[in-house]
């Protein structure tokens, strides 16, 4: 269901088309969810969300950011998850600012993510406010924070709220933060089990990206690899700082972005016709 929290968001805010890309991309920012059973469906990179929820509007200890791109979709387990990460960050008067999670029916965006498009992932900023901390609209609207040069405790504490909980399935993380986070003791030194779903990826130096398990509604969501064993500390970090590794991270054009869009939406699983069926 539709709640007016969602209504409002979705006449507020819309994104502009540009770029020559198809018209029905200028849509997708405003479109309603399907109505029907909630399930996540396909591979995390390549996949959609049938009647996905939002947020009230009345959480605690939440502020959205970035609101215009309509990213604020997702699988129940996962609106829950941050909800309760509210309320724990609420207890001791701070905020955590969440990003983008999913469009209202998953799949590929334009830009920004690969995955994110079955409901199950969702960007958190490592800024942590206090509760006394007034924060403009402009502020949260814009595309990028400020990369963190260190990690404090309450960054340690968001990674363990989320690391902790039975339904993540990992957490990615910049490669030099996974690294000192391996080599750190006292209040920032994270247990085995946390730092074994604590897993190296490009970028991610502002913010951390939470991943949820196939949820048991979800008979077609295609769960990953299994994370290897032990605390990914070892040589499988060490190869991030690699040559290979950082030409990984190179960019990309805009017309291989828009080719990679468009081939993506053609390859969904056939589950998925719901996602373009108004295009």
């Given at each position: 269901m539709i709640n007016k929290t969602s209504a409002l968001f979705l006449s507020l805010f819309t994104i502009s088309c540009s770029h020559n890309l198809p018209d029905f991309t200028s849509r997708l920012s405003t479109r309603l969810p399907t109505e029907s059973k909630t399930e996540s469906i396909g591979e995390y990179s390549l996949g959609c969300l049938q009647g996905a929820q939002t947020f009230t509007g009345k959480e605690k200890g939440l502020i959205l950011s970035q609101v215009k791109r309509g990213r604020y979709w997702g699988h129940p387990d996962l609106i829950n998850l941050l909800t309760r990460a509210g309320e724990e960050f609420?207890?001791?008067?701070?905020?955590?600012?969440?990003?983008?999670?999913?469009?209202?029916?998953?799949?590929?965006?334009?830009?920004?993510?690969?995955?994110?498009?079955?409901?199950?992932?969702?960007?958190?900023?490592?800024?942590?406010?206090?509760s006394k901390d007034e924060v403009s609209f402009r502020a949260i609207e814009m595309e990028d924070m400020n990369s963190f040069e260190e990690l404090g405790v309450d960054q340690?504490?968001?990674?363990?709220?989320?690391?902790?909980?039975?339904?993540?399935?990992?957490?990615?993380?910049?490669?030099?933060?996974?690294?000192?986070?391996c080599q750190a003791?006292?209040?920032?030194?994270?247990?085995?089990?946390?730092?074994?779903?604590?897993?190296?990826?490009?970028?991610?130096?502002?913010?951390?990206?939470?991943?949820?398990?196939?949820?048991s509604d979800s008979s077609q969501c295609v769960s990953q690899n299994l994370i290897p064993a032990?605390?990914?500390?070892?040589?499988?970090?060490?190869?991030?700082?690699t040559d290979e590794a950082k030409s990984g991270a190179g960019d990309i054009s805009w017309e291989e972005l828009k080719a990679i869009y468009l081939e993506k939406i053609k390859k969904l699983p056939e589950q998925c016709s719901f996602y373009s069926d108004t295009f």
């Amino acid at each position: 269901m539709i709640n007016k929290t969602s209504a409002l968001f979705l006449s507020l805010f819309t994104i502009s088309c540009s770029h020559n890309l198809p018209d029905f991309t200028s849509r997708l920012s405003t479109r309603l969810p399907t109505e029907s059973k909630t399930e996540s469906i396909g591979e995390y990179s390549l996949g959609c969300l049938q009647g996905a929820q939002t947020f009230t509007g009345k959480e605690k200890g939440l502020i959205l950011s970035q609101v215009k791109r309509g990213r604020y979709w997702g699988h129940p387990d996962l609106i829950n998850l941050l909800t309760r990460a509210g309320e724990e960050f609420n207890k001791h008067n701070k905020k955590i600012i969440v990003g983008d999670l999913s469009q209202s029916r998953g799949g590929p965006t334009i830009t920004g993510h690969n995955s994110h498009q079955t409901g199950l992932d969702v960007d958190v900023w490592f800024k942590i406010l206090s509760s006394k901390d007034e924060v403009s609209f402009r502020a949260i609207e814009m595309e990028d924070m400020n990369s963190f040069e260190e990690l404090g405790v309450d960054q340690i504490k968001l990674i363990q709220f989320f690391a902790k909980d039975p339904s993540v399935e990992r957490i990615f993380i910049n490669p030099g933060f996974k690294k000192k986070l391996c080599q750190a003791s006292g209040a920032l030194k994270l247990s085995a089990e946390d730092q074994h779903k604590l897993r190296a990826w490009w970028g991610h130096d502002d913010h951390i990206h939470v991943r949820l398990k196939c949820p048991s509604d979800s008979s077609q969501c295609v769960s990953q690899n299994l994370i290897p064993a032990g605390d990914g500390c070892g040589d499988d970090l060490n190869w991030w700082f690699t040559d290979e590794a950082k030409s990984g991270a190179g960019d990309i054009s805009w017309e291989e972005l828009k080719a990679i869009y468009l081939e993506k939406i053609k390859k969904l699983p056939e589950q998925c016709s719901f996602y373009s069926d108004t295009f």
